[in-house]
């Protein structure tokens, strides 16, 4: 191939700026005549029977145009067909304080507002399910019927090669117990919907949604108005993370009243219910034990996971799966054995957020691995660069592993941060730690059946010499039309700018599945590079026949189809186009990408985890801890990060950054924590979220691997660098102050009673090693203690170095 | 081909709401934030030296934004790019009152208009020239220096079989004078576009245009901005008829005051503005020279025309061929000279108006074949059945003709109106006329070049059964939104209201040339089957392998494929799109309408007439003349119109209907009329357009002949029923008081004159046989000699009867 015209160059992301000058239009910035204001009712009770919902007194409210509850939409939505089991607006029974029972459409928002007390709703309260092991137990109340024992969603149970074997011939064993805190995304934009029921019967929504082809399928379900009539749009997103990913109530509340009132009618959240709507990091209760050999290599693992989802199960069943598959794709585990459970809890739903289920397991393991290592007294980063599971292999859980760069992201970091010379040698407070990570470029296998592309685009040109490119991608943030604009434009020779890009609308564009796991760049780029190659030919071909030149001589770029021998000799690109209508008649091509088969297990489960690419992340971080205090200070992170090719390198930074901001919040403060099923926190001024201000250093360095079967070889980019982070930041205050936190977040008040200055009423003791789990409380017991662990075997390994 | 499901039937017309309602959004429902409003400066002079044009007092003046003036834009725009002689803002000199000479834009239209008149702009006058006769006289100054000869815009001098022979062998001939009155389109919306140029260089311009893909074109020109960054969006129409698809003055400065301010400018002309932007219907004087045999067969015509082209050239050449081309096709003509000439006058452009160019000529010719009949004491509707162009054939002219159902509109108006029966039978003061007419579905000769589709559209198939038409066919109320549902809809089985069309919008769609000279239903038709097959041929795959039954049993209709041996056995629409995507990956095809080759001649200049199919009316009108107050009225118009296959009948009745009503409007009494180069009536209060109260009954009947190349036999509804109109309304009063009028429009005044019972100065004696013209003064007064003409004629016929 020659070289590359506009991919891996720095150029102006496309979009970026209406969101400079402040044009770009929001849901919440539209505004449509004759359009209504709605709310949602939420439920004041964790856990309750409705007993009346009376609307009659609110209808009456002047002004109150209409108002929908639970029944009018009764059937079930969700974003896992298979497991559905809530429905718009709470039926008969509400299973979280937030939770919404009704939605009402008015002339105005305040008098929205005043309907809502005007309501009349009674509950007959029944007991909370609020922490995994009340809903472990079998003598309380179901929160589904359906839930065959105690409170418990979903149980995964995989085991790969010969567990026993593997620990019988290990040296040296560890058996950890870790919890990862729940958070949620706290996106900057609220939700916010519009939706406008017509004259002919269709209805559009615009919505600040991740996955408008998901949508567009459960308002068909819910509205019973086939999917024909209905078109999303995904407005531009001030910040998603996985948090608008599922289908909400405002959205179907929004559609209904429009329809029942035919008029447009907009629904926005405000920050309180954003932390209702949720669908955020599942709190994970875990424990790994792992056996080594001597010289360090893993000899088998036995993972498992408790995670706290909430009322509902949103992508509940991918995140279970999530916490055990991708422990195996980034160092060599010849026996794995993976125990996941999910219970309901009387919260708001978890779901997915960056890094979707494989953040809490990370931390987990990298945390252990860390451990191993001062163990064996081997130095982090080496260690993990001697495990490394190899390129274009498969792991025990017959996972396709392609390219694979950990090792380089461990040696730039290394060449970056001296982490190998300064690790276990900073005065006391200030240390070092590293960690590695991996993610999915997307799921790969089927979402409906294994024949149906993930992403479908279609590419047009114009005599003008305009271009346009249509894929229901959503555009969230993470600059998915940039990536559509650069694919096309590097196929077609013209300027990424050229190129006008139709995305997230489910009427103008062909189905892409949304914008989640990582899954754009390498889905619907390859069915952009698909649709635009097909293009490129007709055009090559043209302009060889206009300029008598072998095709295989010619390469478009910078809107010219040039001779790569004498670039004298081109034609234009809007030539090219002119000549190619003539000859194929329009000039409209389409594209898809469905990842291939054979990428991962033929086991029962193996639904999640298999990707067509995993890209690969480690990063070093550096702290400071105030030994007075209890403050720690990150002062830097550094983060490399393996994104296959870099399409758009200064994207690919400000996506490693972004994902290292992030992981950072979620290991130094933020909690979704409830008392008696009450949020604790429900604003962003109690909501530990870090300001700019807050943030550390962060540095990116992008490792490039060129992956066979990625969009001109790149990977994902969005979410894995934020795994990474975590235990990053984890090892390097044990490098400090020798104290291993095992859970998240590491607060002041968890240092400071870790370091003995205070009693540690900071660590909620049952939280670590749940009653009820066999051989659970011997091992909390033994986590607590390593709180007080001291620095043992950190002079171990100095005394080896 | 099986029975048809959607087209052929009465359905609503799937974009009809938004008008109903009130809920379309026309071009000046428009508001963007930070909006300017724009308003023209036009010329008071009709020809004139810009001395002074000073803005800088104007630009001063509170609120006003920006001012541009005809030097910011200095290119030459118009349709035809061969032809351009004017710019988008008049520089140093203006040819017409009304001409646009600067653009204001402001925070509001009060401001804009206030800054008008503080624009100090001086004239140095030149004397103007506003008939024909002084256009065409070499003394006098040239309107455009590079006028060849006097103020002749474009010469056409056409002749085809031996003309000399023709009239030789003729046992009778007539040599009549006629003029045709000019008149305007006066669309219920007058002109409007909103321009926005955002902050990544890209210019969007909403605008009522008839012709997004040419305004396209011209704004790259005019602006110096690539095509590929401006997009063009053509906005519900409110009436278009021609007058809506030049590229605009305000279209023009709208888009550069943006460009300048950097915010959205919105310009609506204002009603007096939309008659100086008129390009409307040509003054023509003209003679036609005819020989006949005596059983009526004709030997051979000379048609001279004389057009008023107004000060631009606008699509001038084509009307100038267009009145002389199509008076071949109806009836055999085996020798045929043309001679025609457009000039430029001080006064608006001229340009197509709803049967653009022929309206004028078969208006002639129609009355001048009635008086043939009379000559020879034919029944003029038996004596048109008798000379017919056949079926099939190529015209004198070498125009191919496929289908020609004029003998059936014949036919089918006898049995209707009793014409035969009851012409020259009524009392006086009471007529019945008939003529017959044709028109285009389409120029067919090359645009740009032979090999250039004239129309595309892509179709796209979503996985949730929805259909999405792309095309850039404008919308302008002629139904054509409504026609590329149908087509798609019959093709795919679906319904019309199930797709969703995206047209008239340059950016989303697919090149098609735009709303004029009724291409679109044939070309843009033939398009979107093209497209719609391909993707129809895979679902028809998809089902045949789904219900092991063979592909040729199979009908897709009603969302459904169904055997046609057995109605129980089918796949769903959307059952057979998610196994066709399975197969096939992103269903988008796309498709493209080229004429075929040979379909006119090959001569110079037939670049204008050649269509790939020709349409074919015949209306018989009922006229009461007031003998007493010259007061015509027309009680009843009959219409039988070919038009290939009736795709949507409601909405071909509603185009002979709406057609039927403006020629009635044409004859009765709307005129274009200056008086020193102003305009006599720019006021829908003085401009004698019918109100519906005014229009008499109107009665349509479809007539099919499943016109080989058209999409399922169609051909053109929109224009050709108003070009049979007009001379049947003259032809019948001529029936009821026994005076020709050969000159447009016949108001009271003139039948009063006529009658002898008021002098003639109704009669402008200068426009009937011009100076200048060789023996054009002998036949002008001819012509008016036979304003006095009597019944001898008629006498003769009733005794052959």
Redesign the interface.
């Known amino acids: 191939m020659a070289e590359l015209s506009v991919l891996g160059k720095r150029l102006p992301k496309?979009?970026s700026?209406?969101h400079?000058?402040g044009?770009a239009k929001y849901a919440d910035d539209l505004f449509l005549?004759r359009m209504l204001y709605g709310r949602l009712l939420r439920s004041t009770q964790a856990h309750a029977r409705i007993t009346k919902l009376d609307v009659s007194r609110a209808l009456a409210h002047p002004g109150v145009v209409a108002i929908v509850t639970g029944p009018d939409m009764p059937e079930t939505i969700g974003i896992m067909p298979s497991v559905q089991d809530e429905t718009a607006l709470a039926i008969d029974r509400v299973r979280y304080v937030g939770e919404p029972v009704a939605a009402i459409a008015a002339i105005d928002e305040d008098t929205a507002f005043e309907a809502m007390s005007l309501i009349d709703v009674e509950y007959d309260p029944l007991p909370p399910i609020l922490t995994i092991e009340d809903a472990l137990r079998e003598d309380l109340p179901k929160i589904h019927e359906k839930s065959r024992r105690a409170n418990i969603f979903k149980e995964v149970h995989l085991s790969f090669g010969d567990l026993d074997a593997g620990f019988a011939s290990a040296d040296h064993m560890r058996d950890d117990w870790f919890f990862f805190e729940g958070n949620t995304h706290a996106p900057i934009e609220s939700h916010s919907a519009v939706a406008s029921f017509?004259?002919?019967?269709k209805l559009t929504i615009w919505t600040c949604t991740q996955v408008p082809h998901y949508l567009?399928?459960e308002l068909?379900k819910a509205l019973g108005l086939?999917?024909?009539?209905?078109?999303v749009v995904a407005t531009p997103s001030g910040g998603g993370f996985g948090g608008k990913s599922d289908p909400f109530a405002h959205e179907f509340a929004a559609c209904l009243l429009s329809m029942r009132t035919k008029r447009p009618v907009k629904i926005t959240l405000d920050r309180e219910e954003v932390f209702y709507a949720h669908r955020g990091r599942h709190p994970v209760k875990m424990r790994i034990k792992t056996g080594v050999k001597q010289d360090g290599e893993i000899t088998a693992v036995h993972f498992q996971s408790w995670l706290d989802g909430g009322a509902y199960s949103s992508y509940g069943i991918a995140t279970t799966y999530y916490t055990g598959a991708l422990m195996t794709v980034t160092y060599r585990i010849p026996a794995y054995k993976f125990d996941g459970v999910r219970v309901y809890t009387n919260k708001p739903p978890c779901g997915p957020k960056r890094g979707h289920g494989t953040t809490q397991p990370r931390y987990a393991l990298e945390c252990q691995l860390d451990k191993i290592a001062v163990d064996l007294g081997f130095d982090a980063l080496e260690y993990r660069k001697r495990i490394l599971q190899p390129a274009n292999s498969r792991t025990v859980n017959e996972l396709r592993i392609t390219s694979m760069g950990l090792g380089q992201c461990l040696d730039e970091l290394g060449a970056k941060t001296k982490y190998s010379e300064r690790h276990g040698q900073l005065p006391r407070g200030k240390g070092v730690g590293i960690a590695g990570s991996a993610y999915i470029s997307g799921a790969g296998l089927p979402i409906?059946?294994n024949?149906?592309?993930h992403s479908?685009?279609?590419v047009?040109l114009?005599?003008?010499?305009?271009?346009?490119v249509?894929c229901g991608t959503a555009e969230i943030g993470q600059g998915s039309d940039n990536m559509l604009a650069s694919v096309a434009a590097e196929c077609l020779g013209?300027r990424p700018?050229?190129v006008?890009v139709?995305s997230g609308d489910?009427?103008?564009a062909?189905?892409d599945l949304g914008s989640y796991s990582s899954r754009v760049t390498f889905m619907a780029g390859n069915?952009v590079k698909?649709?635009a190659w097909k293009l490129r030919e007709w055009l090559l071909d043209a302009a060889s026949e206009r300029l008598a030149i072998p095709r295989e001589c010619l390469v478009p770029a910078d809107r010219r189809i040039t001779d790569l021998r004498d670039p004298e000799q081109f034609v234009t690109f809007d030539d090219a186009v002119?000549l190619a209508?003539?000859?194929h008649?329009?000039?409209?091509?389409?594209?898809?990408y469905?990842p291939p088969q054979g990428i991962g297990g033929g086991y029962k489960g193996a639904g999640v985890g298999p990707s067509p690419a995993y890209s690969f992340q480690a990063s070093v971080a550096e702290v400071s801890v105030d030994l007075e205090t209890g403050v720690v200070t990150v002062d830097r992170i550094t983060t490399a990060h393996d994104c296959g090719r870099a399409l758009s390198p200064a994207n690919v930074e400000g996506q490693i950054e972004g994902s290292a901001y992030m992981g950072y919040g979620e290991i130094m403060g933020e909690e979704q924590v409830f008392r008696g099923g009450l949020h604790k926190k429900p604003s962003l001024l109690d909501y530990k979220i870090p300001t700019s201000l807050d943030t550390p250093e962060l540095e990116a360095i992008i490792v490039e691997t060129i992956d066979k079967e990625g969009p001109f070889g790149a990977k994902e980019a969005g979410e894995g660098p934020l795994n990474s982070v975590i235990p990053a930041i984890a090892n390097a205050v044990y490098d400090a102050i020798g104290v291993r936190f095992d859970e998240t977040p590491i607060t002041a008040d968890k240092v400071l009673a870790a370091l003995g200055k205070r009693d540690n009423r900071g660590m909620p003791k049952d939280r670590i090693g749940p009653e009820g789990m066999g051989d659970g409380q011997e091992a909390a017991n033994a986590a607590l203690r390593r709180l007080s662990f001291t620095t043992e075997a950190r002079e171990k390994k100095k005394a080896n170095a």
């Open positions: 496309v979009n700026w209406a400079l000058t044009s005549p017509e004259g002919d019967g567009h399928r068909e086939p999917r024909a009539k209905i078109r409906y059946w024949e149906m592309p479908g685009a279609t047009k114009d005599r003008g010499g305009g271009v346009t249509y013209v700018e050229d006008h139709v489910t009427s103008l062909p189905v069915a698909d649709a002119v209508e003539a000859k008649g329009t000039l409209s091509a389409a594209g898809s469905r």
